[in-house]
């Protein structure tokens, strides 16, 4: 049999369930253990009750009131990950910047990744993972593997308009 707990919560009833309408889902539990801790009172709660009303496991219950004890809603409202998730990127802003402007040049087109890759490594002196230009093009600038084009890059456009104007409307 698990015992009731006695651990004082400093913020109202209110300001939680302020927190509660604007927390994401990952954060609710934990705001919804605090509001049961309040409703509690003096008397305490035990880790059981708040594992049913909350929705929680025993060890994610011990790990935020552990949390709430030692740093207050802070700690327990900080979700552990770093602000800027994963690895650098491999390309700097200068460098996304001209692949950007290289990738939306229709006169001076790029056949594919490949070419991509070497116009990469003659204008960066990088040496790029074919894949990792892939991912990089797909995730950031919304390229396809294969996409037709509309017209040719070195259409005339002064022959296009003699064209359509000589042509016959019907």
């Known amino acids: 049999m698990s015992f009731a707990l006695f651990i004082p919560v400093k913020e109202t009833v209110k300001e939680l369930r302020v927190r509660l309408k604007k ?6 539990p934990r705001i919804k253990m605090l509001l049961a801790m309040k409703k509690a009172g003096s008397d305490g709660i035990s880790k059981r009750e708040l594992m049913e009303s909350v929705g929680a496991c025993s060890q ?3 790990n935020w009131r552990t949390a709430y004890k030692v ?27 001209k692949m950007a402007e290289k990738l939306h ?7 594919g990744y490949a070419e991509l890759r070497q116009w990469i490594k003659d204008e960066f002196n990088k040496e790029v993972k074919y894949n990792t230009v892939l991912k990089y093009a797909i995730r950031h600038f919304g390229t396809s593997v294969k996409a037709a084009r509309k017209s ?12 359509k104007k000589t042509s016959r409307k019907g």
Do not use: C, W, Y
């Not at 927390?23 to 609710?28: F, K, L, P, V």
């Not at 040049?105 to 056949?111: T, V």
């Not at 005339?156 to 003699?162: C, K, T």
């Open 23 to 28: 927390s994401s889902a990952m954060m609710e």
């Open 152 to 163: 040719h890059v070195n259409k005339d456009a002064q022959a296009v308009e003699a064209f």
């Open 105 to 111: 040049d229709a006169k001076n087109g790029l056949a």
């Open 71 to 97: 740093g207050g809603i802070e700690l327990l409202m900080a979700n552990g990950r770093k602000d800027h998730a994963g690895k650098p990127s491999v390309f700097t802003k200068e460098e996304h910047n």
């Open 60 to 62: 994610s219950i011990h």
